[in-house]
């Protein structure tokens, strides 16, 4: 990208690359876009350029950018009390909570909030060693938890290769992915039987009596949007029941809205002991993040101290942002809205998009949560680079995107669509049209190769 134009911008640019430590980057090869607005689902660059967001930055903006309600209760909040320490009652902080869990089955009815994503699934599974008195945790290959230590490390990606020294307790599994199966599976019934019982004999193998918890994305966001079969997740609940292991939902990703369920366990029937949030709790507003934890765990502690805490959990702000996030939510329906553009919008035409298109080899998801993989071949399904790598080709797509005003998620070889909840159909369509061209751009590369 070119530096900014506008004197504002440059200095922005000049600076960011003078003492800004990005994060996941080779700090000599970024070159970032110098951001200085937004509006609904739009960002805005210094030299006033629009975008289309596609990302919702990292898939947290669920209620668009700089929603009117959510700015005017922060402003509201800051004139009156801007932060006060945990220990401490206070209304924004209880309304918060009391509504999260207004949202969740009815044996979940405490949350203990953090800072974000990752330092609550660190606490989830502190819960879960403390609740069991046992220290292995299961989690999958293609999953994302979070950049602290033991998030980190039960994640199952290539970020956690250069991380991961062993000591975590960290137990990986292969998880139901048809598309690219570990178990020769040709039917999505096949997937889902053959998953659970590699899954129980893994647990027979390594410990039953070893392991704390199991947990997984709802629907894996970052490694691929990866929908589970039907029944997955009720058989992981028994193998979990059969096994005394709790069960942790992650939903840092795929919560508030994202698949057009409040929580994308929903959709799975899926019945978590504890469940990780964050992100679209408050559209990113301010951070904050949580575990939501069920009645059984939270009485461990009624009468015996919980050994942990956050200097700003429950940040008076962060929480001002989520009951005001929540309540726009239900009043403009969003979460109906995002199961509508899922159904009506993304679903038929990216469908068609991969009907056309022969670098597209799966698309996959649900409401406002879709990703596009790109191969090299669609009837061998190689991918468009390896495991761990960004292809040229996906950059370049990438870069077309933005050049035509449309930011989208990539991560190797997929797109990810994953836009505002209340994104309007036309501008829906506009990206979705942009998307179109970059792919056919793609089409006449991959073809020459």
């Known amino acids: 990208m070119p530096v900014p134009q506008s004197d504002v911008g440059r200095r922005a640019y000049n600076d960011d690359r003078a003492h800004v430590f990005h994060s996941w980057s080779a700090q000599a090869e970024l070159d970032p876009i110098v951001m200085e607005s937004a509006h609904g689902s739009y960002i805005v660059d210094a030299d006033n350029k629009e975008y289309i967001d596609f990302s919702s930055q990292l898939v947290y903006t669920n209620i668009g950018h700089q929603h009117p309600k959510v700015v005017q209760a922060i402003k509201e909040q800051a004139d009156q009390l801007c932060t006060i320490a945990p220990a401490y009652a206070n209304d924004k902080r209880s309304e918060a909570a009391r509504l999260i869990t207004s949202h969740l089955p009815d044996h979940l009815n405490k949350v203990l909030f953090t800072n974000g994503g990752a330092d609550a699934v660190e606490h989830a599974i502190r819960l879960a060693r403390l609740h069991t008195g046992r220290y292995k945790v299961l989690s999958r290959f293609r999953g994302y938890h979070g950049a602290t230590q033991i998030a980190m490390n039960i ?80 058989g992981v609940r028994e193998i979990c029941d059969k096994y005394g292991i709790v069960m942790i939902c992650d939903e840092v990703m795929a919560g508030f809205g994202r698949t057009g369920n409040w929580f994308a366990f929903e959709e799975f029937g899926a019945k978590p002991d504890l469940v990780t949030f964050a992100k ?3 559209s990113g507003y301010v951070p904050l993040g949580g575990v939501a934890i069920s009645d059984e765990i939270a009485a461990d502690f009624d009468h015996t101290p919980y050994p942990g805490g956050l200097t700003y959990s429950g940040h008076v702000l962060a929480t001002t942002a989520a009951v005001a996030t929540i309540n726009a939510m239900d009043e403009e329906g969003m979460v109906e809205n995002a199961r509508r553009l899922g159904e009506d919008v993304f679903g038929p035409a990216l469908r068609d998009l991969a009907a056309k298109h022969h670098s597209i080899g799966d698309i996959r998801g649900l409401g406002c949560f879709w990703a596009v993989e790109l191969v090299k071949d669609q009837e061998t399904r190689e991918p468009l680079g390896a495991y761990g790598t960004t292809a040229p080709e996906v950059k370049e797509l990438v870069a077309e995107c933005r050049e035509n005003g449309l930011v989208v998620f990539q991560n190797m070889n997929r797109i990810h669509i994953c836009p505002a909840l209340n994104i309007p159909d036309d501008v829906a369509r506009q990206g979705l049209e942009i998307l179109d061209k970059a792919l056919t751009t793609l089409d006449q590369k991959v073809a020459i190769q």
Do not use: K
Request: net charge negative.
């Open 155 to 234: 994640s199952g990606d290539n970020r956690r290769w250069r991380n991961d020294y062993g000591t975590s307790g960290a137990v990986h599994f292969f998880g139901p992915f048809l598309y690219r199966s570990q178990f020769h599976a040709t039917t999505e019934e096949e997937e889902c039987q053959r998953a659970l019982e590699y899954l129980d004999n893994l647990i027979a193998f390594e410990g039953p009596e070893l392991f704390a918890a199991f947990i997984m994305e709802s629907i894996p966001g970052t490694a691929g949007i990866m929908p589970p079969p039907p029944g997955y997740w009720q």
């Open 280 to 282: 679209g709790v408050n």
